[in-house]
Structure formats: C-alpha cells, structure tokens
C-alpha cells in the first residue's frame, strides 16, 4: 500500500462504530442495500424447513439448504469480492508507484540538447519484484471484480427465482434467463 493509504487506513475507527461491515466502509465500497438483501435472506433461512422456509416444501430438503446456502453466499460474495478488488488496487497502485520509482532516473538531458534514455539494470530479484507484484495485483483487482459481477448475477437469479441453475448462474446466464422471461423484451441486454 502507499503511504497514503496505509496513513488513511491507520486512523482509528469512530467511536461506536459497527464492526460489522466497517472495513468496507474505511475503504470506500460500502453497499449498504445490498448487506440490508443478504440480512433478509439470511433472516429468510428457516431451522425447522431447514432452508429458505417459505420455500417449503419444494425444492426438497437437502437442495433447500444447498440453494438457500450458495444464496447466501453469492449475495455476500458481492462485498467480499469489492473488499478484495479494493485491496488489490491498492497493491497494485503501489507496485506501479515503485515500479516508476525505479525508472524515475532513466531519461536525461544531455549538454547537446538531446534526450538520452537509459533504463537502470536489474540487478538483483528485488528489482524485477515491483513489476511481477503490480502485474499479480492488477489481475487481483479483474479477478475480484469478475467474481463480484458472477456473485451479482447469481443472486439476482436466486432473489428473483428465475428459471435457470443458481449453482452455475453468473451474470451472463442471469441476463440470458432475464432475457427469454415473456415480457422482459424491454430489459436490454446491455442493462448487465
């Protein structure tokens, strides 16, 4: 992290402040609707029907609580996901920040006027690093979106109960099962 964040990242949470959620709000991807969808989800969940209890008794016991399990989790997933991206930018912005460090001396002016490039030697692992870390953290940040959007898909095919498996569902096969719905030709396929 830069010191920039690691400055902003190391104040002390508010006085009184909820745990729950706080490290999403510090870093600035709060989603507070869709924490208030996964609280009444999971308030949904019944012991006794053993899943989503108004489900019951359809899509049988063991396959409520897988479904009802996975729902859970995707619609989480969406935070986790962001958390994790944001993380990762940061990283990611930090490596970049070393990396361009590193070449901050490699252009020069020379007496004549003319401009002369020389790009310092890698010398040691530590050297090659800075560019191998913001590489992994920039893919960090596209996987973790990507697993964001799948989540997102998945769970509004499990909140709207839409004909299609949610143990598979991601955005795409949420926006294709949205899209055949009779009446749902005004959705545009690029609304997702």
Same mark, same amino acid.
């Given at each position: +992290?830069?010191? &920039?964040?690691?400055?902003?990242?190391?104040?002390?949470?508010? &006085?009184?402040?909820?745990?729950?959620?706080?490290?999403?709000?510090?870093?600035?991807?709060?989603?507070?609707?869709?924490?208030?969808?996964?609280?009444?989800?999971?308030?949904?969940?019944?012991?006794?029907?053993?899943?989503?209890?108004?489900?019951? =008794?359809?899509?049988?016991?063991?396959?409520?609580?897988?479904?009802?399990? %996975?729902?859970?989790?995707?619609?989480?997933?969406?935070? $986790?996901?962001?958390?994790?991206?944001?993380?990762?930018? +940061?990283?990611?912005?930090?490596?970049?920040?070393?990396?361009?460090?590193? %070449?901050?001396?490699?252009?020069?002016?020379?007496?004549?006027?003319?401009?002369?490039?020389?790009? =310092?030697?890698?010398?040691?692992?530590?050297?090659?690093?800075?560019? &191998? +870390?913001? $590489?992994?953290?920039?893919?960090?940040?596209?996987?973790?979106?990507?697993?964001?959007?799948?989540?997102?898909?998945?769970?509004?095919?499990?909140?709207?109960?839409?004909?299609?498996?949610?143990?598979?569902?991601?955005?795409?096969?949420?926006?294709?099962?949205?899209?055949?719905?009779?009446?749902?030709?005004?959705?545009? &396929?690029?609304?997702?």
């Amino acid at each position: +992290m830069t010191d &920039a964040d690691i400055a902003r990242l190391s104040r002390e949470y508010a &006085a009184g402040e909820p745990r729950e959620r706080r490290l999403a709000r510090a870093l600035q991807i709060d989603v507070p609707a869709w924490r208030e969808l996964g609280d009444e989800i999971v308030t949904d969940l019944d012991e006794r029907a053993l899943g989503i209890g108004w489900w019951a =008794p359809h899509p049988g016991t063991s396959r409520r609580i897988l479904v009802g399990d %996975h729902l859970v989790t995707c619609v989480r997933g969406v935070e $986790t996901n962001l958390i994790e991206g944001r993380l990762h930018l +940061m990283e990611a912005t930090d490596f970049w920040e070393r990396e361009s460090n590193f %070449h901050a001396c490699a252009v020069s002016l020379k007496d004549d006027g003319r401009i002369e490039v020389r790009l =310092p030697d890698r010398r040691r692992p530590l050297d090659d690093v800075a560019l &191998a +870390m913001s $590489t992994l953290h920039a893919v960090g940040v596209v996987r973790a979106v990507a697993g964001a959007l799948d989540c997102f898909g998945a769970s509004v095919v499990g909140v709207a109960a839409i004909r299609t498996s949610l143990l598979r569902a991601d955005l795409d096969s949420a926006r294709r099962a949205l899209a055949r719905i009779v009446g749902a030709t005004a959705v545009s &396929a690029h609304a997702f």
